[in-house]
């Protein structure tokens, strides 16, 4: 569960993801079984950090975790 404000180009909650906050995201996919509380805004090129890419699910959560409190 990711819970806060996130900032990224992209964000895919999966069937079991659950996130509550605000997301800064141009790019924005949940999948059936996922949830999203909150509000979604226009993401500025500026508040987005670039992160290697990863082929594991847990990692793309870490990854923006990492992201949000950067």
């Not at 895919?12 to 605000?22: N, R, V, W, Y």
């Not at 995201?25 to 290697?52: H, Y």
């Amino acid at each position: 569960m990711f819970e806060g404000e996130c900032f990224a180009n992209s964000v895919e909650i999966l069937p079991q993801g659950k996130a509550h906050g605000t997301i800064h995201c141009d790019d924005l996919s949940i999948e059936r079984g996922g949830s999203f509380i909150g509000k979604t805004l226009p993401a500025s090129a500026e508040q987005v950090i670039s992160l290697p890419k990863s082929d594991s699910p847990e990692d793309k959560i870490l990854a923006n975790k990492s992201a949000d409190q950067a």
